[in-house]
């Protein structure tokens, strides 16, 4: 999907919202587990329940890749089964030297056909470009993210900037606003301002509002650009809104509730 | 396993060689193609021939990955395949928010059985720690890796240290030799005196050694501790040593030829 369908998209749906399916199979109701792929079912629902009020999904593939094989093939289904005209974001973590980048890049873009892929920076340009390379599909990667644990390293000053700074600014130069996303986390909304000053143009993937404590009107007010230029991924509070057989009636509540007062920032 | 039985295998195989399993399917001898599982055929037999030289084998999950469903079923079998005194490795570089990590740690701990798995530190603490807390495993943190964007972000001076001693520092308060070790690529073997000053004890486990350059020599002088303290992995140059029928027999002389040098250092 290019920038501008997606611009069209959000514009269209009044949302800006991306679903995050975190399915762990522990948490989805209990009445699902007699299904031949429960954790399927539990998206198949999510998706029906919320695919007018999103413009994204995005799949954790660690809550698929703990159960082995049998999460693999629910992945997979998942990712058929989203609707065409919604951007499918793979949250991998991904990176690795060249010639693995490649064969990751293979993994989510060929063998399963994501739209997005998110990338860890630490080892440099020529762990990232095996994605950017591939044409017509986008490459997240880490900026700034949501937890405790940012702190560590990614705010360390290295020179004139911190780390996370260095990483925004370096990397755009290796790709354009048509290929490259970067994750900045909302419990940082005040850092979103400095942020747009290195990145005028590009898309944002914001996870961090609702479970882990981030305002959607903050991240709006700072964080949207001309073009709105943002994703805010939500995972728990929209999928495990209900353990009961409500779950998808609750999880479109939520889900409307949020694309509502996105629709006020538009 | 536990470092005792690790340091015990080293020293009675006179080795530390890692054999990386980076499978790539398209390199494989072609009259393997024909089997069920072509992969898992491949490995078997370089297993065969190289398990009495080495002391672990590195499953790189990118290789797999990249074949969906099948690659995924490739690596299963070739992790039950590998006998149990040789130490494995799950090459994922995975990291992530804890909740998340924690299902990495499922999936390379428990669905999937290996001794340990490469994590990145970009995220920080409660990104690494959910793998440090499960018992009898090991945690192998990216320090230096041996690629040309090493110098990014890794080389990047921030206060007094570079971004990567700031990783071994940091990381290694998080763990300790028992259950943490750190990679540290072998292109950079002159800097291993500096980190070893760092980490005393820890293993190291050494890339870029054979197709990426690294030294075997340099980096034995400079990297190993009373303990050993390292184990150095070598890939391609090994498991695609031949294309041709004798693809296993071919292996084994490349390995032979690693594992008398390492003896001669030990």
New interface residues.
Partial sequence: MNRAALIEQIRSKKSYLCVGL?T?ITKIPTHLLNEADPVFSFNRSIIDATQDLCVSYKI?T??Y?????K???SM?KTLAYIPEHIFTIA?A?????????T??A???F???SFDSITV?????????KPFLDIANKWTIV?GL??????????M????EEK?FE??LR?VSSWGNENNLMFVVGATKADQLQEIRKILHQHFLLIPGVGA?GGSLADVSRYGMNADIGMLVNVSRQIIFASSGLDFAEAARAEAEKIQSEMATYL
């Fill in positions: 975190d762990d954790n660690a809550f890749e703990a159960r082995g094989l999460g693999w093939e997979e949250d973590k991904r990176g690795d030297i060249g010639n693995t980048s064969q990751y293979k993994a989510f060929e063998a399963l860890a920076p630490y080892m440099g340009e020529d762990s990232v880490l993210t949501s937890n405790a644990g940012s702190a560590d390293f990614q360390l000053t290295c020179g780390l260095q990483v370096k882990q």
